[in-house]
């Protein structure tokens, strides 16, 4: 099993996660992050740090969720790498707590 970012990383991609991941399989979007599900090596450590709950082990990956899996895997390999923490969007504790945030997902890559 691998590890999938869902929707409430939308618009907080804080990158706490990715300073913890050992293998480096996290990728940045413009407002979201992915794992790519070949790199990551299912240890776990990303999920605790996340602090909006947004990344979840494939197989609890809530129903409502299930299209991040196919999300992941397809922007993992069109988006840059992030291998260090970086400052989070200015806004994210504003949008920590809001509910459907799947409207606000933006295809473009991390600048």
């Not at 609890?60 to 895997?73: D, V």
């Amino acid at each position: 099993m691998t590890y999938v970012v869902a929707e409430p990383c939308i618009r907080c991609r804080t990158t706490d996660c990715v300073s913890v991941c050992p293998v480096d399989c996290f990728y940045a979007g413009e407002n979201m992050l992915v794992i790519h599900p070949e790199e990551c090596i299912d240890c776990g450590a990303c999920q605790p740090e996340c602090p909006v709950d947004a990344i979840f082990e494939e197989s609890e990956l809530p129903e409502k969720w299930s299209e991040y899996k196919e999300l992941n895997a397809e922007y993992s390999k069109k988006w840059p790498g992030i291998a260090e923490q970086k400052s989070p969007p200015s806004d994210w504790e504003d949008w920590r707590n809001v509910e459907e945030k799947a409207d606000h997902f933006s295809s473009k890559p991390a600048s």
